[in-house]
């Protein structure tokens, strides 16, 4: 390897260097060569990478590495340079800053190296390192078997981790960008992100700089924790750990392990116990493609959210990297896509500002509009759409759609990629081409991939055989078989899967997991790849941590930004709601003016009889416009909050956005519909509050009557199911406000406390108070809330003000149920 140099009487000590998919161990007295060539010492397939792109060599007791005449350079953080001089442990990019391959470099102290250190109970010691080479590269230390067995037990940052640096003397910040201490180079980073410092008490703490999205200690995120040498830090796609003097960083980039072990979930049908998945367990390997097959009801959808963590399973481990994914669910959901079946796009955006808005949300506010664009737009080179990227999505073909839904996950570069049914609208051609598309997503290229899961009913062999491993699931939710996709059907001794499912179905009580359980392929593609040693918990005795209080979610009023102005885009680009939300309050209003009314909404010191039917057409109006606006607003989104609550998305920033544009709508609508409808006619001489504007008193009644009218409505849609069902619930929910607003008939008895939760009741009283109704209407039984005291105004508009806030606490309520679940 190399060429021969002179050996310096002070030789450099050995230099690992670990690329994305090997570790070198690198000995004094030798020039080492990285590029493209596949000659090279080290080689990086990257584009990007000139063909001999630059060399590693010793200069007196140190490394440096030297450009070469590069096209691209190498980069250490945002700077290009010609020469780094390698000292401690250093991070190098190959050919671009922000993505080019990565070159780890750590120098071996002359002096063993330390033992592997093991974070469990009385670890087993490590004996002296005896590197030896293996396949593709990889650098190995042997150790005892009762070791290998619990090292493998653990998550990647004690196994291999990706970089090691000394502890901080006093602090040390960590952030996304090169003036920080420790630089993690993710955008889901924030600029300044946490600073880990030595505490007064000799012990060290980390502690959050108010990040977007969060800093996590073994799964939970935190404002300030103090650590031991059992706890897991992440910040990021970054894991780290403190252990022997040193801090160990692990950058998740793709090569996460992922094990299910005995999955078990059960439902109540009709009283009784229905089990829906049993006993599932497996093993998949890393950067593999997975495919899920099975008839009908035998829990497909049910292992997918399983495996997801959006309902997790009643029993049995989930593990990510060998961590617990539900304990640590708030942490790793950050690492996991999905993309459901139904489009969690907006169709009325385009995909590039559909992957922009998504960009908003899930990366942090200090993250500047040059990276969030650069970001999108590699997602759509990656999606080959860039082409597409101005058509808005409802115009895109079903493969493009599905392409954009994709493209919203990839934005996070996720570990591990599910889809549901990805292919169903699909043509048979525009099958293959997805599925080849994730078989090139799962292999990778040069830094990237990243495990795909994908659930389908298309049981093709030319697709299924482009899968690593296939899940066979047999009604009643069990594991029939895991293995690959080309050996399934001769385990099952069938020609296609069609006579597989038949088999299923025509032995209801035979039990094909047990038979799977007993043969050899079970034992080959399950037992002997899992982890023996599951997880090890604390010792019975071991000091136990006390838990801090959850920390308030930040970024909430940046959501609201982006949600408020993703929504009035998807509002004002819609032609069809467009035309309803102008013609609305226009037709209302004419309906008020044709209404005769001689004298007005006046007529003391005489009679007007026509003012209570001007009245009530107002309250009617104000009451169909508000409950219309927002009665569809939330059912027709569930799958959208739903994938955005799973991201991180805050149920407040998304209700508050909801409430924001569409009470801005309410409002300009109550202004058109008062001001077409009563302006111009005859006013009492004095209102209630404003005794010099009745009309201005008049329009806020009705404002506010629409306003909450607008929030029962988002109560309506946050609890039905279907967008089918928000229609009759409209013209239910208004006619009854009619009835008991009390312009109707007298409210008497028992009726009168009921139509004490009608907002028309205290509407119709607010403008009942404003033009004095049980004075100039003696034929109508007088009501309570109609006297005109400025007293009664304000308590009828409080009233409808205190149901309004009841109707947002009970939405806030509902979209808190909409998001991933957690186990009881």
Not at 87 to 105: Q, S
Not at 277 to 305: D, H
Not at 510 to 525: H, L, Q, T, V
Not at 735 to 748: C, D, E, F, Y
Request: glycine share 8%.
């Amino acid at each position: 390897m190399g060429n021969p140099v002179a050996q310096r009487p002070h030789a450099a000590p050995a230099l690992l260097v670990r690329t994305r998919r090997s570790d070198h161990r690198l000995e004094s007295g030798t020039e080492y060569r990285i590029g493209r060539d596949p000659a090279a010492d080290i080689v990086l397939s990257d584009a990007r990478v000139s063909w001999h792109h630059a060399v590693l060599k010793t200069d007196g007791a140190g490394w440096v590495l030297e450009d070469t005449g590069s096209r691209n350079g190498i980069f250490v953080g945002t700077e290009q340079t010609r020469r780094v001089d390698i000292r401690t442990n250093c991070v190098v990019r190959i050919g671009n800053p922000d993505d080019g391959p990565v070159l780890r470099f750590e120098p071996q102290l002359p002096q063993e190296p330390p033992p592997v250190s093991v974070p469990v109970p009385m670890p087993v010691p490590a004996p002296a390192p005896a590197p030896a080479r293996i396949s593709g590269g990889l650098v190995r230390e042997p150790v005892q078997e009762q070791e290998a067995e619990i090292l493998a037990s653990l998550p990647s940052v004690d196994r291999r981790p990706t970089a090691r640096m000394p502890l901080p003397s006093k602090v040390m910040r960590i952030g996304r960008t090169p003036d920080n201490d420790l630089v993690v180079s993710d955008l889901g980073v924030s600029r300044e992100h946490a600073e880990l410092r030595k505490s007064v008490t000799g012990r060290y703490e980390i502690i959050d700089l108010g990040s977007h999205n969060g800093t996590f200690v073994n799964g939970s995120r935190i404002d300030r924790a103090e650590l031991g040498d059992s706890d897991i830090i992440s910040i990021g796609h970054a894991t780290f750990r403190l252990a022997d003097g040193e801090l160990r960083e692990y950058v998740d980039e793709g090569n996460v392990s992922f094990e299910a072990r005995e999955l078990f979930v059960q439902v109540s049908d009709g009283g009784k116990p229905k089990v829906l998945l049993q006993g599932i367990t497996f093993p998949l390997p890393e950067r593999s493609l997975l495919a899920v097959i099975g008839p009908a009801g035998a829990g497909k959808s049910t292992l997918l959210n399983a495996l997801t963590g959006k309902r997790p399973a009643d029993q049995g481990t989930v593990l990510y990297d060998k961590r617990d994914l539900y304990k640590s669910y708030e942490e790793l959901r950050h690492r996991i896509g999905l993309v459901p079946q139904q489009s969690v796009t907006h169709d009325q955006l385009t995909a590039r500002s559909a992957l922009g808005y998504a960009a908003e949300l899930r990366f942090p506010p200090d993250t500047g509009a040059s990276e969030r664009r650069g970001r999108v737009e590699e997602v759509l080179g990656e999606l080959e759409m860039s082409q597409h990227g101005d058509t808005r999505v409802e115009r895109l073909s079903g493969g493009q759609n599905k392409r954009v839904n994709i493209g919203l996950e990839l934005l996070t570069k996720p570990s591990l990629l599910f889809l549901d049914e990805p292919t169903s609208p699909l043509d048979p051609h525009l099958k293959r081409e997805l599925m080849e598309r994730m078989r090139r997503m799962a292999d990778g290229a040069a830094e990237k991939g990243q495990s795909v899961v994908v659930i389908t009913h298309d049981v093709e062999p030319k697709l299924l055989d482009l899968a690593d491993r296939l899940i066979v699931l047999a009604p009643g939710g069990k594991m029939a078989y895991f293995g690959p996709p080309k050996e399934g059907l001769k385990y099952f001794g069938k020609a296609d899967w069609a006579d597989v499912f038949k088999e299923f179905s025509d032995q209801p009580q035979k039990d094909w997991m047990a038979e799977y359980k007993a043969s050899r392929d079970y034992a080959r593609y399950v037992t002997e790849p899992m982890t023996e040693r599951a997880p090890q918990p604390l010792p019975p005795d071991a000091p136990q941590r006390e838990e801090p209080p959850p920390p308030r979610q930040r970024g909430r009023i940046s959501q609201l930004s982006t949600l408020s102005r993703r929504y009035a885009r998807v509002m004002s680009v819609d032609r069809g709601y467009m035309l309803f939300t102008i013609l609305l309050p226009l037709i209302l209003g004419v309906v008020v003016r044709v209404i005769p009314s001689p004298e007005g909404l006046g007529g003391l010191p005489k009679t007007n009889t026509d003012a209570i039917e001007v009245l009530l057409i107002l309250v009617m109006s104000a009451c169909l416009a508000g409950t219309a606006n927002s009665v569809r607003e939330i059912v027709k989104e569930r799958d959208i909050f739903e994938r955005e609550r799973m991201a991180g998305l805050s149920s407040g920033a998304y209700l508050s956005s909801k409430v924001l544009v569409l009470g801005v709508v309410s409002v300009v609508q109550t202004l058109l519909i008062v001001v077409i409808g009563v302006a111009g006619r005859p006013m009492p001489k004095t209102g209630s509050l404003l005794t010099s504007a009745p009309l201005v008193e008049i329009a806020i009644a009705v404002a506010v009557l629409c306003f909450v009218s607008m929030l029962i409505g988002l109560a309506i849609s946050s609890m039905v199911t279907k967008s089918e069902q928000t229609m009759p619930a409209l013209v239910v929910v208004t006619m009854i406000q009619v009835v008991l607003s009390g312009g109707v008939i007298p409210l008497t008895g028992a009726i009168r406390w009921v139509s004490s939760i009608a907002p028309a009741r205290w509407g119709m009283g607010a403008l009942g108070s404003t033009t004095s109704l049980s004075v100039i209407t003696p034929g109508q039984a007088p009501d309570a809330l109609w006297q005109h005291t400025p007293v009664q105004w304000l308590t009828d508009i409080g009233f409808m003000i205190l149901i309004g806030l009841i109707c947002l606490a009970i939405t806030q309520w509902r979209l808190g149920k909409l998001g991933p679940g957690h186990r009881k």
